[in-house]
């Protein structure tokens, strides 16, 4: 194909083929296939030689008509004849008569087998004509060998893969094509119609830029990196087209040929070795070289591979909720039985860990059914293994709201649960029972995993269950004695205040806590706890619609009691020392060196330094006991969970609980951010990388969200390693 005759047409008719072969590629049946060639070859060889076959079949028929003729003339003759000669055989006359008759009849039989036998020699000229036509075109068909009717499956399914992909390289067809540095287009531009611009370099060595149009693709005047002109070229052939292969067609002549060749390898080549794979890969995240694996690497989890089990166990399902639980009831009045208590939740907690990995990878994968297949994918909940599983959403509106039950929990809210679950597996409150839970980042999802409460799955309606908390976003409260108790414990440890809230009915209820924690009984009748976000107080420095979710860590709250609690016993001790008398200790230097002293006077000096040192020794005794004392009686501080949301309070003054909650937010901007700094520069607790980041900012208190600040109180032109550390983590994240 000459390059000036490759055209748009051309181009569009390629590609449909190229696209038919990817997309619709033929199926593999070799007795069909190889019929309807031999049947194909053998129509092209006979349609020249109809008028041949017409006459053969005229012949044929006269040669048939010609035989019948010769016979009913023998019967006849034979017929006339015989009696003749049994009844008049010695009348001459009439003998003479026949005798003619037979010559006449011999001749006649001459001329017609002449004329039959050229016949029949023609027929059999055309017939072996036709034969060998046939056999010309069996020849370029090779049929697979048949055995009894058995085809060779080995010779005709082998891979023809290796010898095509060698023989499958793809050429270059042009030098180098991207966007132009004149992107984007500006506006004067983008008003008539202009999208973007693109440099280019043929095999030639000629460069161009080229617009790509709303009516197609042309060379403008512009010179990379230099003048930027977009009006239509005027020194060379602005090689208008709708496509831009049509535009390098005309503009390349060794491009047209190389995409033509390139095209026809494509067209030759395997339809399956070029069609698109069903099971996605990502290639570019695999290392180059690979890894080196040893075989002992693959000596267990080969069952899994081939079952597909997915974390279930062969021997028999496993009820993760009750081994958890009953692990929570076994003893805990020693060391030794604490002990085995903890090494108990280890191994199950390992094990429950281990089949949510599994499950909520092919969930990922689409592998296991969803228990709501009709509902959007991020909405699907699914229940295998005796783990109920479900998704958690990073969207921007899913930090609106924590407590609304409408969408899936952000990855926000699923950390604080699980921030929790931890606080409340530290405290270990009797008759308490919370879930397993756990996290599994695959693919971008999150996906939560849960062992199942017994009875919630039977039970649709939800606050049937609920015995403390609420469910309707505070229209309903429950508050069962029995639960408040527990609620009571839990608070009293993790410095939380009971609060008067009012429902729907405006009936008051007095909730440890919040109501955004449910407690529910199960059909085992242990009480559990769920849905553990606000065990915190929200963030001061984040308040407003679009903050619901800011809360403070359970780090800071402790740091801060914490820091409180030695501000007060500081403060008690310097008040004490200044009311007692000061103690003026004897300077031995006034009366005489230690060198110029006698033994004597040595004795007694080392023992009134001795008896010295015993009496500070036990006044500094006497203070950390007394700094101790003051610890303890330190004043509690506790926190109103429901200050700053939309609960429902009973009319009152809340100005302290807000001031406790606003002085957590200003002890992180002016303590906890200073310290740190400190310490930066001090070469204290200096991170690497993003994870050491978290782990230290979380250990201080601090949330992720006060990057920006923690970066900023570093200054200009100090610790840059540290800044340039921060703000890469930002922009990771």
Same mark, same amino acid.
């Given at each position: 194909?000459?390059? $000036?005759?490759?055209?748009?047409?051309?181009?569009?008719?390629?590609?449909?083929?190229?696209?038919?072969?990817?997309?619709?590629?033929?199926?593999?049946?070799? !007795?069909?296939?190889?019929?309807?060639?031999?049947?194909?070859?053998?129509?092209?060889?006979?349609?020249?030689? *109809?008028?041949?076959?017409?006459?053969?079949?005229?012949?044929?028929?006269?040669?048939?008509?010609?035989?019948?003729?010769?016979?009913?003339?023998?019967?006849?003759?034979?017929?006339?004849?015989?009696?003749?000669?049994?009844?008049?055989?010695?009348?001459?006359?009439?003998?003479?008569?026949?005798?003619?008759?037979?010559?006449?009849?011999? *001749?006649?039989?001459?001329?017609?087998?002449?004329?039959?036998?050229?016949?029949?020699?023609?027929?059999?000229?055309?017939?072996?004509?036709?034969?060998?036509?046939?056999?010309?075109?069996?020849?370029?068909?090779?049929?697979?060998?048949?055995?009894?009717?058995?085809?060779?499956?080995?010779?005709?399914?082998?891979?023809?893969?290796?010898?095509?992909?060698?023989?499958?390289?793809?050429?270059?067809?042009?030098?180098?094509?991207?966007?132009?540095?004149?992107?984007?287009?500006?506006?004067?531009?983008?008003?008539?119609?202009?999208?973007?611009?693109?440099?280019?370099?043929?095999?030639?060595?000629?460069?161009?830029?080229?617009?790509?149009?709303?009516?197609?693709?042309?060379?403008?005047?512009?010179?990379?990196?230099?003048?930027?002109?977009?009006?239509?070229?005027?020194?060379?052939?602005?090689?208008?087209?709708?496509?831009?292969?049509?535009?390098?067609?005309?503009?390349?002549?060794?491009?047209?040929?190389?995409?033509?060749?390139?095209?026809?390898?494509?067209?030759?080549?395997?339809?399956?070795?070029?069609?698109?794979?069903?099971?996605?890969?990502?290639?570019?995240?695999?290392?180059?070289?690979?890894?080196?694996?040893?075989?002992?690497?693959?000596?267990?989890?080969?069952?899994?591979?081939?079952?597909?089990?997915?974390?279930?166990?062969?021997?028999?399902?496993?009820?993760?909720?009750?081994?958890?639980?009953?692990?929570?009831?076994?003893?805990?009045?020693?060391?030794?039985?604490?002990?085995?208590? $903890?090494?108990?939740?280890?191994?199950?907690?390992?094990?429950?860990?281990?089949?949510?990995?599994?499950?909520?990878?092919?969930?990922?994968?689409?592998?296991?059914?969803?228990?709501?297949?009709?509902?959007?994918?991020?909405?699907?909940?699914?229940?295998?293994?005796?783990?109920?599983?479900?998704?958690?959403?990073?969207?921007? +509106?899913?930090?609106?709201?924590?407590?609304?039950? $409408?969408?899936?929990?952000?990855?926000?809210?699923?950390?604080?649960?699980?921030?929790?679950?931890?606080?409340?597996?530290?405290?270990?409150? *009797?008759?308490?029972?919370?879930?397993?839970?756990?996290?599994?980042?695959?693919?971008?999802?999150?996906?939560?995993?849960?062992?199942?409460?017994?009875?919630?799955?039977?039970?649709? $309606?939800? !606050?049937?269950?609920?015995?403390?908390?609420?469910?309707?976003?505070?229209?309903?409260?429950?508050?069962?004695?029995?639960?408040?108790?527990?609620?009571?414990?839990?608070?009293?440890?993790?410095?939380?205040?009971?609060?008067?809230?009012?429902?729907?009915?405006?009936?008051?209820?007095?909730?440890?806590? !919040?109501?955004?924690?449910?407690?529910?009984?199960?059909?085992?009748?242990?009480?559990?706890?769920?849905?553990?976000?606000?065990?915190?107080?929200?963030?001061?420095?984040?308040?407003?619609?679009?903050?619901?979710?800011?809360?403070?860590?359970?780090?800071?709250?402790?740091?801060?009691?914490?820091?409180? +609690?030695?501000?007060?016993?500081?403060?008690?001790?310097?008040?004490?020392? !200044?009311?007692?008398?000061?103690?003026?200790?004897?300077?031995?230097?006034?009366?005489?060196?230690?060198?110029?002293?006698?033994?004597?006077?040595?004795?007694?000096?080392?023992?009134?330094?001795?008896?010295?040192?015993?009496?500070?020794?036990?006044?500094?005794?006497?203070? =950390?006991?007394?700094?101790?004392?003051?610890?303890?009686?330190?004043?509690?501080?506790?926190?109103?969970?429901?200050?700053?949301?939309?609960?429902?309070?009973?009319?009152? +003054?809340?100005?302290?609980?807000?001031?406790?909650?606003?002085?957590?937010?200003?002890?992180?901007?002016?303590?906890?951010?200073?310290?740190?700094?400190?310490?930066?520069?001090?070469?204290?607790?200096?991170?690497?990388?993003?994870?050491?980041?978290?782990?230290?900012?979380?250990?201080?208190?601090?949330?992720?969200?006060?990057?920006?600040? =923690?970066?900023?109180?570093?200054?200009?032109?100090?610790?840059?390693?540290?800044?340039?550390?921060?703000?890469?983590?930002?922009?990771?994240?």
């Amino acid at each position: 194909m000459k390059p $000036d005759l490759y055209n748009d047409r051309t181009a569009r008719v390629h590609y449909k083929r190229f696209k038919e072969i990817l997309y619709s590629p033929g199926v593999l049946n070799l !007795s069909n296939d190889i019929s309807d060639s031999l049947s194909a070859a053998i129509n092209s060889v006979m349609k020249p030689k *109809d008028s041949e076959s017409t006459q053969a079949e005229t012949s044929q028929s006269e040669i048939t008509n010609s035989e019948t003729e010769k016979e009913k003339i023998k019967e006849e003759v034979k017929m006339e004849v015989q009696p003749e000669k049994e009844e008049n055989k010695e009348e001459s006359k009439t003998t003479e008569n026949k005798e003619e008759n037979e010559v006449e009849a011999k *001749d006649k039989e001459n001329t017609t087998n002449e004329e039959s036998k050229k016949q029949q020699e023609d027929y059999n000229k055309i017939v072996n004509d036709i034969k060998s036509s046939i056999e010309e075109a069996k020849k370029n068909i090779t049929p697979p060998s048949t055995n009894k009717q058995v085809v060779d499956l080995e010779k005709a399914f082998s891979s023809p893969l290796p010898a095509e992909i060698e023989e499958f390289k793809p050429l270059k067809c042009l030098d180098f094509i991207g966007f132009s540095v004149f992107n984007p287009v500006p506006s004067s531009c983008n008003l008539k119609g202009d999208i973007f611009y693109l440099k280019l370099k043929t095999l030639e060595g000629n460069e161009y830029v080229i617009t790509s149009n709303v009516r197609g693709f042309y060379i403008n005047n512009s010179y990379e990196n230099t003048s930027f002109d977009p009006s239509i070229s005027k020194r060379a052939n602005p090689c208008f087209s709708h496509s831009l292969v049509g535009l390098l067609a005309q503009l390349s002549p060794r491009f047209s040929e190389n995409l033509e060749e390139h095209i026809n390898r494509i067209l030759k080549t395997d339809p399956f070795s070029i069609s698109h794979s069903t099971v996605e890969s990502s290639e570019w995240l695999a290392p180059e070289n690979g890894t080196r694996y040893h075989s002992e690497t693959f000596k267990y989890g080969n069952e899994e591979a081939i079952s597909g089990f997915f974390g279930l166990d062969s021997k028999g399902t496993r009820d993760w909720n009750e081994e958890f639980q009953v692990c929570k009831d076994l003893p805990k009045e020693n060391i030794f039985q604490r002990i085995q208590r $903890d090494r108990a939740y280890y191994k199950i907690y390992f094990d429950f860990v281990d089949a949510a990995k599994k499950g909520a990878v092919a969930i990922v994968n689409k592998s296991i059914q969803a228990l709501n297949p009709m509902d959007p994918e991020y909405q699907q909940v699914f229940v295998y293994n005796q783990i109920f599983f479900s998704f958690a959403v990073d969207a921007k +509106d899913t930090y609106k709201d924590v407590s609304s039950t $409408d969408s899936n929990p952000s990855f926000t809210a699923t950390n604080h649960d699980m921030l929790g679950l931890r606080t409340l597996q530290v405290i270990d409150v *009797d008759s308490l029972h919370i879930i397993a839970t756990c996290h599994i980042n695959f693919k971008g999802y999150r996906v939560v995993a849960q062992s199942i409460i017994p009875g919630i799955l039977t039970n649709t $309606d939800q !606050s049937s269950l609920t015995e403390f908390g609420s469910v309707d976003d505070g229209k309903t409260i429950h508050n069962n004695e029995e639960f408040n108790e527990i609620m009571q414990k839990v608070c009293k440890q993790l410095s939380i205040k009971e609060s008067k809230i009012l429902d729907e009915a405006n009936k008051v209820h007095n909730i440890p806590g !919040s109501i955004d924690v449910k407690g529910i009984r199960g059909t085992d009748k242990r009480k559990y706890l769920l849905d553990l976000v606000r065990l915190t107080p929200r963030d001061s420095n984040y308040l407003g619609k679009n903050y619901t979710s800011c809360l403070v860590r359970p780090e800071l709250i402790r740091i801060y009691n914490k820091t409180k +609690d030695i501000e007060y016993a500081t403060k008690k001790i310097e008040e004490d020392s !200044s009311k007692e008398p000061e103690i003026k200790e004897d300077d031995l230097e006034k009366d005489k060196k230690f060198s110029e002293m006698t033994e004597e006077e040595k004795k007694e000096a080392i023992e009134k330094n001795k008896k010295q040192m015993e009496e500070k020794k036990q006044r500094n005794k006497a203070k =950390l006991q007394k700094f101790d004392e003051y610890i303890r009686e330190a004043p509690q501080f506790s926190y109103n969970l429901n200050i700053f949301t939309n609960v429902k309070l009973v009319e009152g +003054d809340y100005k302290e609980d807000e001031k406790q909650v606003r002085n957590l937010g200003n002890f992180i901007t002016e303590t906890i951010i200073p310290r740190l700094v400190k310490n930066f520069e001090n070469g204290e607790n200096i991170p690497t990388d993003n994870e050491g980041v978290s782990e230290l900012m979380h250990s201080q208190g601090l949330n992720i969200r006060y990057l920006g600040k =923690l970066t900023n109180a570093l200054g200009e032109g100090k610790l840059l390693h540290i800044k340039t550390l921060l703000e890469r983590s930002m922009v990771v994240r």
